[in-house]
């Protein structure tokens, strides 16, 4: 009869994919705070409406994977410092619909290039095989789990 295999955290991947996600987000996030009075959250908010314009926070929630909570505190306080807006949803009278506000987009305009040299900086040790792999992995790894979930990527 075959042993069962022991729990040893440093070897399983949902442990230390949290590790690596905290320890990575401590970091940025300490920048974000220091030079932008930004949590992140907030900056989650400002990248995906950046990309995508208006989006209701049920589709902020399901695009950055945070909870209701965290989307409502983190877009009100992005409303109250002008960052973004919030409008009536003409396909839904129940939501908003939330947008940058010019000095939103101002904002992520200067965030954006930080963020991308603080990618630079904590992937520096890899090639740019390495990070694309890495990358492909995490998005097979994402399907995987959503399909093990019940839900869709």
Request: hydrophobic share 50%; charged share 25%; proline share 5%.
């Amino acid at each position: 009869m075959k042993k069962p295999r022991a729990l040893r955290l440093a070897a399983f991947v949902p442990y230390r994919l949290s590790i690596a996600t905290n320890t990575v987000s401590e970091v940025i996030a300490g920048a974000y705070r220091t030079l932008f009075g930004l949590n992140i959250p907030e900056w989650r908010l400002i990248a995906v409406l950046a990309e995508k314009g208006g989006a209701t926070q049920l589709d902020l929630g399901a695009a950055t994977r945070m909870d209701k909570v965290t989307v409502s505190r983190a877009a009100i306080a992005l409303v109250a410092r002008g960052l973004m807006r919030r409008a009536p949803n003409p396909r839904d009278k129940r939501s908003h619909l939330l947008s940058l506000t010019a000095q939103g987009r101002a904002l992520y305009d200067q965030v954006a290039p930080k963020a991308l040299a603080l990618e630079d900086t904590v992937l520096a040790d890899f090639s740019a095989e390495e990070v694309d792999t890495l990358i492909a992995m995490l998005r097979r790894l994402e399907a995987s789990a959503a399909r093990v979930g019940g839900r869709e990527p």
